[in-house]
């Protein structure tokens, strides 16, 4: 069995200092500081933290790598198009709404989803249970 004292996430930006100013000032999330040289750690509440470092091979993925669960999606798309961000329609799991929302409403779920991306093009999610 794995032990462990804490998990977080890792994400592999092409400049960090970049990547930064986007989480803090498009976000509005706490940069705790540097945790080693090219690193910048954000906590995002409950305890919960990721850490943006410089990847000299950075390559954007093809799925989410980080997902914000929103009370009111709609809300939360309209602040991150205040700020500039724009939603990403192409790589969602299939057809959006005219402001890019995926509603995924069958017999077991309902669930609405925003992917928006950073400036190291990696996808971020948006995620509103119903």
Same mark, same amino acid.
């Given at each position: 069995?794995?032990?462990?004292?804490?998990?977080?996430?890792?994400? /592999?930006? &092409? +400049?960090? %200092?970049?990547? @930064?100013?986007?989480? !803090?000032?498009?976000?509005?999330?706490? %940069?705790?500081?540097?945790?080693?040289?090219? %690193?910048?750690?954000? @906590?995002? /509440?409950?305890?919960?933290?990721?850490i943006l470092y410089n990847d000299k091979n950075h390559r954007p993925g093809t799925g989410a790598v980080?997902?914000?669960?929103?009370?009111?999606?709609?809300?939360?798309? =309209?602040?991150?198009?205040? &700020? /500039?961000?724009?939603? =990403?329609? @192409?790589?969602?799991? /299939?057809?959006?709404? &005219?402001?890019?929302?995926?509603?995924?409403? +069958?017999?077991?779920? !309902?669930? +609405?989803?925003?992917?928006?991306?950073?400036?190291?093009? +990696?996808?971020?999610?948006?995620?509103?249970?119903?």
């Amino acid at each position: 069995m794995l032990q462990y004292k804490k998990s977080f996430c890792v994400i /592999g930006v &092409a +400049n960090v %200092s970049e990547a @930064e100013k986007f989480y !803090r000032d498009k976000l509005g999330l706490v %940069s705790k500081g540097e945790q080693w040289p090219g %690193s910048q750690l954000f @906590e995002i /509440g409950d305890g919960k933290s990721f850490i943006l470092y410089n990847d000299k091979n950075h390559r954007p993925g093809t799925g989410a790598v980080l997902t914000f669960h929103v009370d009111d999606i709609d809300a939360a798309v =309209d602040g991150l198009v205040a &700020a /500039g961000i724009g939603i =990403d329609k @192409e790589d969602a799991a /299939g057809p959006t709404d &005219a402001r890019g929302i995926l509603h995924i409403h +069958n017999e077991s779920v !309902r669930l +609405n989803v925003a992917l928006f991306k950073d400036p190291s093009g +990696n996808i971020l999610s948006l995620l509103q249970f119903e």
